[in-house]
């Protein structure tokens, strides 16, 4: 990983980020275009620098991995230097992670609108009222989430194949009559604008560099993420172990999730609270520790599929052998393996002020600990009891599920 530079008062910038679009050097300000031109050294993709052509300086095109250049960039402190990016450089861009190493005073940056900025543009959307986000480089089930009757998105595409793959995720999920418009190439003289519904999805030959925009429109029955907690069991894929949607519901409210947090979800099971804690914010992250691996592909699959993968670190072992090795917790639910010695207690050491402690129990030895639990340190203790309404003969009777016992806890 490379060093970031020390701040040191008084220094003079140095770096220019330039963002080019597909108008190349005819798009750029004098003032973006007098940094490209003073600099001594250009970065950037091969695009990018065909595209500011001519350069009179040294050009170095991005390597693989580009933070493989990062080092040489950082060589270059005081001697003027320049990053050509698309667009907008802070905006899904390469802005923010230079920013990280180079000093803001050191930066000087002048973007040009982003994709999103240019899609609404062109299609008339208002971009406060529609989604922004990105494929490149991600997994496509990262959108599910956003999927949302009536919604509007913009998505940074990978490749010329995104559309079409999004096109069949949306009509296997009974989003088929949404709309899909690829724009190619916005602000050059090959800029293209299609259209095609998701389930007749046909556009071909669609070019690399791609936005897609999505008016989602649902059938009845089409499979939306709800945006309430206390996911309906069927959507998880399980096995028996499965913290279930009215106790799930109730253990969410209690764990309080707040953005950018990470919890630690142990003795997982199918990972249920482990993904609708992230589903409650998209900067959240969740450790889900269970010891059976079987279990633990389980959550991975599940955690696609609701499309918080990339957010939900599954760890298969026990949780007192794990602890030791997880990133620091703002919350932690213990839902399996409550009885085991000193679990409890470590938990509780491993939360910061205000970090949050919940534990389930349904077995009278892990209701014994957090009877111990609550008679030591405190917090809030409760019983939870849910009944389903049953067939019984040609009547209909209640069916209790086992009674839950629950103790919630904030560290002070």
């Not at 930066?107 to 008339?124: D, E, M, T």
């Not at 389930?199 to 029955?221: K, Q, W, Y």
């Not at 707040?258 to 992230?278: H, K, N, P, Q, Y």
């Not at 298969?316 to 409550?338: H, K, N, Q």
Request: proline share 8%.
């Amino acid at each position: 990983m490379t060093a970031p530079l020390s701040p040191e008062p008084g220094r003079l910038p140095w770096l220019a980020i330039v963002g080019i679009g597909e108008d190349g050097r005819a798009g750029l300000s004098p003032a973006a275009a007098a940094a490209l031109d003073t600099a001594e050294v250009v970065y950037g993709g091969r695009r990018h620098l065909a595209l500011a052509a001519p350069l009179g300086s040294e050009t170095r095109p991005w390597p693989s991995p580009i933070d493989a250049a990062y080092p040489g960039i950082l060589a270059l402190r005081g001697r003027p230097t320049c990053i050509l990016a698309t667009g907008d450089p802070f905006h899904y861009g390469i802005g923010a992670e230079i920013a990280r190493l180079v000093p803001a005073p050191e930066i000087r940056a002048f973007p040009q609108p982003s994709a999103f900025s240019l899609a609404a543009a062109r299609l008339g959307w208002s971009l406060p009222e529609t989604a922004c986000l990105t494929l490149h480089g991600r997994d496509l089930f990262g959108i599910v989430p956003q999927l949302q009757p009536g919604a509007r998105l913009l998505a940074l595409s990978w490749d010329g194949a995104t559309p079409t793959a999004l096109a069949t995720l949306l009509a296997e999920r009974g989003l088929g009559a949404s709309r899909l418009t690829v724009l190619e190439a916005m602000g050059g003289p090959h800029e293209r604008v299609r259209a095609a519904r998701a389930d007749g999805f046909d556009l071909a030959e669609i070019a690399s560099l791609n936005t897609i925009a999505v008016e989602v429109e649902a059938a009845p029955g089409a499979r939306i993420v709800p945006l309430s907690p206390g996911l309906d069991d069927g959507w998880f894929e399980n096995d028996g172990q499965l913290t279930k949607a009215e106790i799930r519901a109730v253990t969410l409210a209690a764990l309080g999730p707040r953005a950018g947090e990470t919890l630690w979800d142990l003795g997982a099971g199918a990972g249920s609270v482990s993904i609708e804690w992230c589903l409650r914010h998209p900067a959240n992250r969740a450790v889900a520790v269970e010891r059976r691996p079987d279990r633990a592909e389980r959550i991975g699959r599940n955690a696609r599929a609701l499309g918080v993968g990339a957010r939900v670190q599954v760890v298969v072992g026990t949780s007192s052998a794990a602890l030791s090795a997880l990133p620091s917790p703002r919350a932690v639910f213990v839902g399996g393996g409550v009885a085991e010695p000193g679990l409890l207690a470590a938990c509780r050491d491993a939360l910061p002020r205000d970090g949050r402690c919940v534990a389930n129990a349904v077995t009278l030895e892990g209701e014994a600990a957090l009877l111990a639990a609550f008679a030591e340190t405190g917090g809030a203790l409760r019983r939870l009891s849910v009944a389903q309404a049953v067939p019984v003969g040609g009547l209909t009777g209640w069916r209790p599920a086992m009674p839950i016992t629950q103790w919630v806890w904030t560290k002070s």
